[in-house]
């Protein structure tokens, strides 16, 4: 078993900050990479960032230079730091990870509850 436990989210007027926080725990040997994702109401659910185990980033072109995301590998745990938000912000932020539980073992694709972002005034 795997636990992604995302905190953080919140109401915030538009151009305000917040940040998130994820933490895996269970039984892990290794994660690749780790993520945000986010859903609107009656959207799809979309890729906000995510970060690979090297460092490596990618953003979603509608957060690149207002979000960043960071990682504490040896702690299994991301952050992501959301500036300069507005209203189209607003979603259920998902947390995600690619987990492998033992050496050569298969990935497996964890996800967190969701925690609520409100940009509104």
């Known amino acids: 078993q795997v636990q992604l436990v995302e905190s953080g989210g919140g109401l915030v007027q538009p151009g305000g900050s917040l940040r998130l926080s994820c933490a895996a725990s269970g039984s892990i040997f290794s994660i690749n990479t780790m993520g945000w994702y986010r859903q609107a109401p009656g959207k799809q659910r979309e890729l906000v960032a995510d970060?690979?185990?090297?460092?490596?980033?990618e953003y979603a072109d509608s957060v690149k230079g207002r979000f960043t995301i960071s990682r504490d590998s040896a702690k299994n745990t991301i952050s992501l730091q959301m500036n300069s938000l507005k209203p189209e912000d607003t979603a259920v932020y998902y947390c995600n990870a690619d987990v492998r539980q033992r050496l050569r073992g298969p990935t497996l694709i964890a996800w967190g509850r969701g925690t609520q972002v409100t940009v509104s005034s």
């Open positions: 970060i690979m185990d090297g460092g490596d980033t």
